[in-house]
């Protein structure tokens, strides 16, 4: 215990900054891919049926696929598209897993009990099977993913939620608010609101990489996206037909993209998390 | 003006033993009462039913003859042992003072609050600190009787008399009622003008 | 080796300071400790008394090396006049120091009460001395099996006692173990510790309660503000302010219920003042401009007390 100091003083730059620096690169790296693709001209992903399966090189960053198309370009915009989908489905879950978690702890009893059920049938069953379900139901198609995503996520918020405002609850603090006349809707705003949205946040967050990986998934599996949209689900089922004589670039480049990107909405979720909890804030 | 308990009596569930059983107490205006007990014998639970906290399984409290209002503010307010349990330890402490009202500054003086630890949050005070915070909150103009469940127990003694030297100043000036629970005889005797033992009230025990 | 006299605790000017977030990015070093200096022998109780926010609790964590990692500490603690590293305190935790915790919620809620006793030795040995250790402190063979949960108030007490005592550390360190209780079972507590401490251990016992170290303790140390204001025999803190030294310590007496009742006024500083000067001088009857200058811990009639004009 004696000897700490020297080692502390060695890092040049404290845990929070590291940490701060770290959230900022991730996230400046995941909107940047995500603008791009969405502003990008569909000339930069056009057929060249001349340079058709040109391995990754100079002109061809990461190749070309059976059409001529630029892989790099398509990998780009098709991410973006995974993003758009993924993001939306995540708030619109986490707006229900709030206002489910919210309304489940604070009207108690049969409703309390009815929102656990529907809790525990949707972790009960197969994430994937479910969404194709509903995918599948909803004609497929960029509304059926994203109503499948959207529909399927809320459950693990909705428990942490649920879980904090009845813990905070039987607080002191919250129970003197009470007898001190404090109104339902005020002591929800005052004490409740700031303890429940850093967890919101965090849970937000960290639902991103489930819910791009699970859309890629099903677009992959065909009950997703319709095969001319070029979404990474896509692109990865298309390359499967290549693989076989050795077009490796085709698979390859389009699942890295995917994967760094769900690793990276992961390293932000993580690192908010330790940034916002009080117990690790002061490391 | 005057905090009755009729025939209280508390479980925590159907079959359980009660852990208050026929509680009658009667505390006049102004008047300062001292309920002492060995641990376990439910002072703090009837401190949560005469403060509106805690629904009694049986009997009533009366505030001047009625039923304590269950909405709005409650004329019998509690303050409580543990002050940093009492605090949303994400609010400065400027909000957390005027929970139930604002505070003039000669109310702040007559508490002790620094003015600069208006800017600070929980975490940054000490208990004694934080204590003087809860009982300037629990002071609102509409507070007509105290009850003081160990507050300063956690505290050491210098704190704990300066505690209760403004607290006295202030219930006394204001003609308030206090009902303070303690361990300590010693200090029960020095604060107030008479001394209830909880164990020969409550036929639980 | 060490010779009769060497104490079983020895604290050499203990510093500790945090690392903490001040503003958004900007880191600050707080010290709340500053030039600790206590020492605990064979057989004795050294009460450390002190209003919450003197580093009373820290104390106990750097001995025991359970400080959060944001902690960095100077100075010196020796067990048995052995430096204490990191790899000691490991060593040595649960078997040669022991701590009370405050309540059965520093207990493992899964784990019967009887297991729970016998992990602090372990093996069979552990068990057999486990099982005469509730029997000395008149529990049950059946109270073994119970939970944490099912423990009445006063068993509870007595187990975590037995808990704590069971591989016969020599030293103990209690940490505010008795509030909330009433005086009877306060009381019950406090004869377990002089128990202990006539079996031969070295009891560290801290509480913000001056009363009941007066009933146990043998010598007295108050802490303010991260450093020692007085060492002093219990003897003299009942004997009233005029056998005490500092005047912190007399402002204590005068503060019980029994007594005056009369606090001082104003509040213990904050972390980060000046290391040298006085820290209680802006409170002090008997403040001079030699207080801010430096202030030593020094003998004075069998104590310590760290103040100039104390005689």
Known sequence: MFERKGTRARFALNTRTRVTVLIAVAAIYLLGVFVWGLFMSPDAYAVHYADKFTPPGGKYLFGADFMGRNMFFRCVKGLSVSLVIGVIASLVSSVIGLVFGVASATAGGRFDKFILLCVDCCMGLPHLVLLILISYMLGRGARGVLLGVALTHWPELTRLVRAEVLQLRTTHYVQAAYRMGKSRFRVAWDHMLPHVLPVYIVGLVLLFPHAVMHEASITFLGFGLPAETPAIGVILAESMRHIATGKWWLALFPGLMLIIAVILFDVIGENLKRLLNPDSGNE | MRLEAKQLSFRYAKGEPPILEDVDLRVGAGERVALVGPSGCGKSTLARILSGYLEPSAGKVLWNGNILPKKGFCPVQLIGQHPELSVNPRHRMSKILCEAYTPDAD??????????????????????????????????????????????TMLDVITQAQIWELLLRATERRGLGLLVITHNRALAGRVCERVVSLPEINCAL | MTSKDTPVLAVRELQISFSMYRKGLRKESLRVIRSLSLDVRKGEIVAVVGSSGAGKSLLAHAVLGILPSNAVTEGE???????????????????????????????????????????????????????????????????????????????????????????????????????????????????????????????????????????????????????????????????????????????????????????????????GRPPQACLFADRCPERTNACAGAVAMRALRGGEVRCIHAT
């Not at chain 3, 078997?95 to 919620?105: C, G, H, R």
């Not at chain 3, 187990?159 to 008795?178: H, K, N």
């Not at chain 3, 043998?218 to 056998?243: C, H, L």
């Open chain 3, 77 to 271: 603690i020796l067990y048995k006049g052995e430096t204490l590293t990191p790899a000691l305190q490991r060593k040595y935790r649960g078997t040669e120091i022991a701590l009370i915790p405050q309540s059965v919620d520093y207990l493992d809620p899964l784990m019967r009460v009887g297991k729970q006793a016998a992990c602090a030795g372990g093996g069979p040995e552990a068990q057999r001395a486990a099982r005469a250790a509730f029997a000395r402190y008149g529990l049950e063979p059946r109270v073994e099996r119970l939970f944490p949960f099912q423990l009445s108030g006063g068993m509870a007490r007595r187990v975590l006692i037995v808990t704590a005592v069971v591989a016969r550390p020599a030293l103990i360190i209690a940490d505010e173990p008795t509030p909330g209780l009433g005086a009877e079972a306060a009381t019950e507590t406090l004869r377990h510790f002089r128990q202990l401490a006539d079996g031969g251990a070295a009891v560290l016992l801290i509480t913000h309660d001056i009363d009941l170290a007066l009933h146990v303790a043998d010598r007295i140390a108050v802490f303010y503000a991260g450093t020692t204001a007085e060492i002093a025999p219990a003897e003299d803190f009942k004997r009233g302010r005029d056998a005490l030294r500092h005047p912190y310590s007399k402002a204590f007496l005068d503060a019980l219920p029994q007594n005056a009742f009369k606090p001082i006024a104003g509040a213990q500083p904050y972390a």
């Open chain 2, 107 to 152: 109310m702040i003086a007559a508490m002790g609050i620094e003015s600069a630890w208006l800017s600070r949050r929980p975490g940054e005070l000490s208990g004694g600190e934080l204590q003087r915070f809860c009982i300037a909150r629990a002071l609102a103009p509409q507070t007509k009787f105290l009850v003081c469940d160990e507050i300063s």
